[in-house]
């Protein structure tokens, strides 16, 4: 092959010098990544996660709007027939779409309002982990003769069982909405400092950054391109799963009776009530409905959860 | 190693310490009325109150109570039970119940173990394959779902299908199937996940390199490097197991009426058993500190890298 | 140094093209390869980072990353062509016991959670057909060779217990451990501190002696390649663009990648003067190259080089370079000063 080449024609004004530019030299190699969207690239390629995005956003949207949608029953509201009686234990139908529960009120509606109280609870308790997570993480790192201290402090928190801790707190307070909240706030703020700390120490100590330092780069470029990623994507997987968390956190204190009380319409509530009829097959649908709604709630938000965690991770970005 | 077991030993104590005082101070702001036992509120007046307030030593300064309580628990006394069976040890309660509780424990725990360690691998091996995204999607649905969900199934249908008993009987050795079953449900995802993660981890070392340039077989270099060193900080995973199968044993044994703890713990919360629920709260934590410190002992014991670097913070 | 004429060929590669799929998009990473390796000699492969160095030689064990494949040519060893192996089956006939490889950090080639002797052990227990405790007393004898001191206790020990250099011995004794032919050195002294890559080099070296090994080693390190190499081949963006002997390559250079190559040694630098580097990088692979790979980062390219791929043009029986500047009609270009003076530089050495 070769020798093909050497003995054919060439045109010798070929042999010349051609330009240089120095210029074209760099730009063959370049390489255009991008973190935001290399995240969303590989969390878009996850078929599972998109329908499941989709599906959490019809269900937040569903759930506000809900109560204002025509035909809709009150969640707490006893129905009764025109004799005053109570419409209880209804089968599905085209007026009560889940059916009734025994004291007659609609279960369709229960479930939606079960759903925002649990959202609001998840939420909540996101949010709380979020500020206090954040603000002790900072100082943990930040200031360095508290690092042992804070240190043995949380190996001692996270040594509790969390379980412990929620029936605990459960117990001594008042039954409510706000009693799951700090019983699970007390301990689910800790992995979110934990995280904080270590991206305070890795802004601190990581030899990048501190090569980025050298070079000038000033402190808020190094925070928004080498630290938000990282934080915000811990911050969408921690508000995604705080939400089956609280969900179950409710449904497992609800179980035990020291959830939230029986005039609140809660998911827990309704899986307690639905549980009385295990044994009657014709009044199982007020189990199943709310059980259903419940495991698509959870696997969606869990689903999610993970494969925006996943996406943000760089080390996935190939 | 015996410097990093001892730090972590004394770590398991002072949580322990931190535990106990939190739980007797929180149990001292509840009502008072747990402590009256069967007599009730309504039948004592204000006087014979205080009198039985007095006589429990909830009228002592705190400190002195606290003193009074740390002695009694360093004599195994865990205090007497007020309502659920009045004025019995509750020491000698937990003796007739633990024993149910560890046979179910365990045997879930074994049986979890062996399942979810064979899942893990396997769906390492076949990675992106069918198996893997079934076992997936088994880990992804009990993870997200409230337990209570799928013990309520079991329950309903499996009892049905394999016509097994619906409740425990302490005589019907078929009755104990189904409880240790779905308690170990949970844990085989988690050690299938942890498994599978640890595995996967593995194989993207740069040592299976020089594994396969020495011409080792898959088959051999799967067994004796990656399973083998997956399994070391599996050990990890452990004591948060342990703490799964407590508070699954809450669940399943009110559920399926098995005399245990974890049944026990739901009938004193809801008879407002004061002493009762303190106690058991009390055995819980000690068991998942203690499995806390089994998990830093085996990893200890496991990996010989770690007395190098014991001082590393947190875990 | 031997004639390479009278050389038995050990292994033989002929138009080898290697291929990878990385985001969905397809890479060429070996472009069209041909090579003979021959019996007992140390052959250097030298080029930057990327340049498909590792790829090429992981390619004669079947190494290759599970999204990499051979897209074209042969890799002949004793008579059987190991591109055409389908399974890893058919490659555990080969590795380790014929062509054994060495990698670049021991840090981290070794199994962290496994003794020393063990994993050494494994290698002779597979290759040596010999078992329990006769392999093991093996195993000492080997770590013994390697220059481990005190292997009877050094055999219990873990991968931690060890530092850089020493656990490149036990990678080392891992290799020797198989008894092979062949033993490829991926940038073996990389990643120790310099007074050990001495030593390091040494130790293969006496190996290649003792074994009578043919020994291919991987590296960017000019230094290196001056201490060890018989034959060099220099590596740019998937291809081979000039193999020579070692005297040949370093005194009388052809490519001007080679050049660029050879100029930003530092020992070349004259005081008062940056150090010579080579201005861009290297061209990506998901393109098809066109003409000579290099042309976009030589300020002297020629306007053929940016149309057509030059064939190899002969310089004596064992040089030849892929650059049309050894066209008959090609204009003379003075060589760089620097080049000039590596004669200066190392000519006492050699």
Excluded at chain 1, 214 to 227: F, V, W, Y
Excluded at chain 3, 246 to 260: G, K, L, R, V
Aim: a neutral charge.
């Amino acid at each position: 092959m070769a020798s093909d080449v050497k003995t054919e024609k060439i045109d010798k004004s070929l042999f010349k010098f051609a330009e240089y530019d120095s210029r074209n030299a760099e730009l063959i190699g370049y390489s255009n990544y991008s973190y935001w969207r290399s995240t969303l690239q590989v969390f878009f390629k996850n078929k599972t996660a998109v329908i499941l995005l989709s599906v959490v956003v019809l269900l937040l949207l569903f759930t506000v709007v809900q109560p204002y949608l025509p035909n809709q029953h009150s969640p707490i509201k006893i129905n009764v027939d025109a004799d005053g009686l109570q419409l209880r234990n209804l089968p599905p139908s085209s007026e009560y779409w889940f059916g009734t529960n025994s004291i007659g009120q609609d279960i369709w509606s229960r479930i939606w309002s079960g759903t925002r109280t649990s959202l609001f609870i998840g939420l909540t308790v996101g949010i709380i982990e979020l500020i206090v997570g954040i603000f002790v993480g900072s100082i943990w790192g930040y200031v360095r003769k508290l690092d042992p201290i804070i240190t043995e402090i949380y190996n001692i928190i996270t040594n509790i069982p969390t379980t412990i801790i929620l029936i605990l707190i459960a117990y001594i307070l008042e039954p409510g909405i706000l009693t799951i909240i700090i019983a699970m706030s007390v301990t689910r703020w800790t992995s979110m400092a934990r995280f904080v700390r270590n991206l305070v120490i890795i802004i601190r100590d990581r030899e990048y950054n501190l090569a980025s330092r050298c070079l000038g780069t000033p402190l808020h470029r190094i925070a928004s391109k080498n630290l938000l990623p990282y934080l915000v994507s811990v911050i969408m997987l921690r508000l995604a799963l705080a939400i089956p968390l609280a969900i179950g956190s409710e449904v497992f204190l609800t179980y035990i009776g020291i959830g939230l009380p029986v005039d609140i319409p809660s998911l827990g509530n309704l899986i307690n009530e639905g549980r009385m009829f295990i044994m009657t097959p014709s009044l199982r649908y007020q189990l199943l409905f709310p059980t259903a709604v419940l495991s698509i709630i959870t696997i969606s938000f869990y689903v999610m959860g993970n494969a925006f965690g996943d996406a943000s991770d760089p080390k996935n970005h190939m | 190693m015996s410097k990093y077991v001892l730090k972590r030993f004394f770590r398991s104590i002072l949580t322990l310490i931190a535990v106990i005082t939190v739980v007797f101070l929180l149990m001292r702001m509840m009502p008072e009325e747990g402590y009256f036992g069967e007599a009730g509120t309504d039948k004592l007046d204000e006087s014979q109150k205080e009198a039985i307030l007095t006589n429990l030593g909830l009228r002592d300064p705190m400190h002195i109570q606290l003193i009074h309580f740390y002695s009694d628990l360093a004599k195994g006394d865990l205090g007497d039970s007020l309502i659920y069976r009045p004025n019995v040890s509750i020491t000698k309660i937990i003796k007739q119940k633990a024993p149910y509780s560890i046979a179910i424990g365990l045997s879930s725990l074994g049986f979890a173990l062996i399942l979810g360690l064979s899942m893990g691998v396997v769906m390492a091996k076949e990675k992106n394959k069918l198996a893997d995204k079934m076992g997936t999607f088994y880990v992804v649905i009990i993870r997200a779902v409230p337990p209570i969900v799928y013990y309520l199934f079991i329950q309903l249908y499996l009892t049905q299908i394999f016509k097994l008993p619906l409740l425990f009987d302490i005589d019907e050795p078929s009755s104990w199937i189904l409880p240790t079953f779905a308690m170990a449900l949970g844990n085989i995802a988690g050690y299938a996940m942890w498994m599978r993660r640890y595995m996967v981890d593995e194989l993207n070392k740069d040592y299976l390199r020089l594994a396969r340039a020495k011409g080792l077989s898959e088959r051999k270099i799967m067994v004796s490097h990656v399973a083998r060193n997956a399994l070391v900080p599996m050990v990890q995973y452990l004591p948060a197991s342990i703490l799964f199968t407590i508070g699954g044993s809450i669940y399943i044994e009110s559920l399926f009426s098995i005399p245990g703890m974890g049944g026990l713990l739901v009938d004193a919360i809801q008879l407002q058993d004061n002493n009762l629920v303190q106690a058991l709260v009390l055995m819980f934590s000690v068991v998942g500190i203690l499995g806390l410190f089994l998990g830093d002992v085996l990893m200890a014991m496991l990996d010989p890298r770690i007395k190098l670097h014991s001082s590393g913070g947190g875990r | 140094m031997n004639n390479k004429k009278n050389n038995e060929v050990v292994l033989s590669v002929s138009d080898l093209s290697i291929k990878f799929e990385l985001r969905g998009r397809s890479l060429k990473a070996i472009r069209h390869i041909s090579l003979d390796l021959f019996k007992g000699e140390s052959l250097a492969i030298v080029g930057e980072s990327g340049s498909g160095k590792s790829v090429f030689t992981k390619s004669f064990m079947g190494l290759l990353d599970s999204n990499g494949w051979i897209d074209t040519g042969s890799i002949n060893y004793k008579g059987t062509d190991l591109a055409q192996f389908k399974n890893n089956k058919e490659w555990l006939k080969y590795r380790g016991g014929e062509i054994a490889m060495i990698f670049q950090d021991p840090m981290t080639a070794l199994n962290p959670l496994k003794k020393i002797g063990h994993q050494v052990q494994e290698a002779i227990e597979l290759h040596q057909n010999i078992k329990g405790e006769d392999a093991k007393k093996l195993t000492i004898e080997i770590l013994g060779d390697v220059g481990i001191p005190m292997p009877e206790k050094r055999y219990n020990q873990y991968p931690h217990e060890f530092s850089g250099g020493m656990r490149q011995r036990v990678v080392i004794a891992t290799a020797m451990a198989c008894k092979p032919n062949v033993l490829i050195c991926d940038e073996p002294t990389t990643a120790l501190d310099v007074t050990i890559q001495a030593q390091i080099l040494d130790l293969l070296k006496e190996m290649q002696r003792k074994y009578n090994l043919t020994v291919v080693f991987i590296t960017h390190d000019l230094g290196v390649v001056a201490n060890v190499a018989d034959r060099i081949a220099v590596m740019y963006a998937g291809d081979i663009v000039e193999v020579g002997m070692a005297e040949e390559i370093f005194y009388n250079p052809q490519h001007p990648y080679t050049w660029a190559l050879l100029s930003s040694l530092p020992q070349l630098g004259t005081k008062g003067e940056d150090l010579y580097s080579i201005a861009g990088t290297p061209p990506s692979l998901y393109k098809e190259i066109v003409g000579d790979a290099f042309a976009p980062r030589n300020p002297r390219a020629l306007e053929i080089d940016y149309i057509k791929t030059p064939p190899y043009f002969e310089i004596s029986e064992t040089h030849k370079a892929k650059t049309w500047l050894l066209h008959p009609d090609a204009p003379k270009i003075e060589v760089p000063d620097a080049i000039k003076r590596l004669h200066e530089h190392f000519g006492g050495n050699r």
